[in-house]
Nanobody, 124 residues
Framework: QVQLVESGGGLVQAGGSLRLSCAASGRSYIHYGMGWFRQAPGKEREFVAAISWSGDNTYYADSVKGRFTISRDNAKNTVYLQMSSLKHEDTAVYYC?????????????????WGKGTLVTVST
């Protein structure tokens, strides 16, 4: 069992930055890929970014490429999402998740464990 707790969300003006953190506890997660997903009001949950267990490989949705950066610190059991040049359309609840064994890292169906999410609101 893995517990995930997201933090760092809040209200920010368009063009601003935020850094989200996801702290993992329970079973060691360092051998698993991690992902960030988001869900805006009235929309389906969507992939944002993901990182391999080693940190060597990262993946981004086209909508955030060049603006968001995912990273991880396995010594601290934490994964981060640095968000810059935020847009109103980035407003959503952001969730971190742990990849299941052998499942797609960019798909919500490939995740075994989820946090409860943190709200990011970008004002115009």
């Amino acid at each position: 069992q893995v517990q995930l707790v997201e933090s760092g969300g809040g209200l920010v003006q368009a063009g601003g930055s935020l850094r989200l953190s996801c702290a993992a506890s329970g079973r060691s997660y360092i051998h698993y890929g991690m992902g960030w997903f988001r869900q805006a009001p009235g929309k389906e949950r969507e992939f944002v970014a993901a990182i391999s267990w080693s940190g060597d490989n990262t993946y981004y949705a086209d909508s955030v490429k060049g603006r968001f950066t995912i990273s991880r610190d396995n010594a601290k059991n934490t994964v981060y999402l640095q968000m810059s040049s935020l847009k109103h359309e980035d407003t959503a609840v952001y969730y971190c998740a742990v990849q299941g064994a052998g499942t797609p890292i960019t798909s919500i169906y490939g995740m075994d464990y989820w946090g409860k999410g943190t709200l990011v609101t970008v004002s115009t």
